[in-house]
């Protein structure tokens, strides 16, 4: 059973480039989540999202980020027009919705983005 | 926001030396999860916790959600040196609330 899966492993960009994160949930989960770590923090909430809805996005900067995750394929964490500032590790999880209420998050590997 | 603190923020302990660790929040939490994390790596869920003063095992890994839903404690029994890593305590809301972290190093 394959787990969460994000690409690429590490991605350079100069400032003012794009950036584009993928992350594929574990086979059968629905519900995708995706989070930034400051080296030496704790990991941050950026955004939840369902198959083409955004849940809840209250955690993403209000300029230059989005996300999506289509109906197929896997989603997509976009930076525009990257800063020093957007350097972080970005990690996607996922979850199953069940009956119970217990939805735990599984995590990918994450992506190093460096922006130099 | 809601603020997860987890103490002690690092622990230097001798191979198989028992561990415990907590995390407090200024919110409750219906749902505790804790997480270990290796240089890397994206963080490994360990114990989940869904009932105030529940305790689960995994292994040499004990949980405890707190009464009050606004703490948490791990312990690890007797541990081996591929224990080492940060430890993250989350609570949970739909999204995950993450603790500092704890750092567990162990010395030869």
């Known amino acids: 059973n394959a787990g969460v899966m994000q690409n690429p492993r590490h991605l350079v960009r100069r400032r003012g480039q794009e950036a584009r994160l993928r992350c594929s949930p574990v086979k059968g989960h629905s519900h995708v989540y995706w989070y930034r770590q400051l080296p030496e923090e704790g990991l941050k909430f950026m955004v939840y999202l369902q198959k083409e809805n955004i849940i809840d996005e209250s955690g993403m900067p209000k300029e230059r980020f989005s996300a999506e995750f289509p109906k197929e394929g896997p989603s997509i964490l976009r930076i525009q027009q990257v800063v020093r500032g957007d350097s972080a590790a970005y990690f996607c999880a996922s979850s199953p919705r069940q009956r119970t209420g217990r939805y735990e998050q599984y995590f990918g590997p994450g992506t190093r983005l460096t922006v130099t | 926001g809601q603020q997860l603190n987890q103490s002690p923020q690092s622990m230097f302990i001798q191979e198989g030396e028992d561990v415990s660790m907590n995390c407090t929040s200024s919110s409750i939490f219906n749902t505790w999860l804790w997480y270990k994390q290796e240089p890397g790596e994206g963080p490994v869920l360990l114990i989940a916790?869904?009932?105030?003063?529940e305790l689960t095992s995994n292994g040499r890994l004990t949980a405890q959600f707190g009464i009050t839903r606004k703490d948490s404690f791990l312990n690890i029994s007797a541990s081996i040196p591929s224990d080492v890593g940060i430890y993250f305590c989350a609570g949970q809301d739909e999204k995950l609330t993450f603790g500092t972290g704890t750092r567990l190093t162990i010395i030869p």
């Open positions: 916790l869904y009932k105030a003063g």
